[in-house]
Nanobody
Framework: QVELVESGGGLVQAGGSLRLSCVAS????????MGWFRQAPGEEREFVAA????????HYAGSVKDRFTISRDNAKTTVYLQMNNLQSEDTAVYYCATKSQVGSWYSRESYAYWGQGIQVTVSS
């Protein structure tokens, strides 16, 4: 059983930045691919970014590429999402998740454990 706890959300003006953190407990963090997803009101939960257990080349949704950066610190069992130049369309609840060994990086069905989510609100 893996427990994930997100932090760092809040209210920010358009063009601003936030850094989300997700601390994991249980399991072997360094072997998990970790992902960030988001869900806006009335929308489906969508992929944002993911990074392999060993690091390497991360994957991003096209809507956040070049603005968001995912990273991880395996010693701290933490994955981060640095979000720059935030826009109103980035307003959502953000979730971190651990990926199962099979399945697409981009599909929420491929992720086994989820955090409780944290609100990010961007005012225009």
């Amino acid at each position: 059983q893996v427990e994930l706890v997100e932090s760092g959300g809040g209210l920010v003006q358009a063009g601003g930045s936030l850094r989300l953190s997700c601390v994991a407990s249980g399991g072997t963090f360094s072997i998990y691919t970790m992902g960030w997803f988001r869900q806006a009101p009335g929308e489906e939960r969508e992929f944002v970014a993911a990074i392999a257990g060993s690091g390497g080349i991360p994957h991003y949704a096209g809507s956040v590429k070049d603005r968001f950066t995912i990273s991880r610190d395996n010693a701290k069992t933490t994955v981060y999402l640095q979000m720059n130049n935030l826009q109103s369309e980035d307003t959502a609840v953000y979730y971190c998740a651990t990926k199962s060994q099979v399945g697409s990086w981009y599909s929420r069905e491929s992720y086994a454990y989820w955090g409780q989510g944290i609100q990010v609100t961007v005012s225009s």
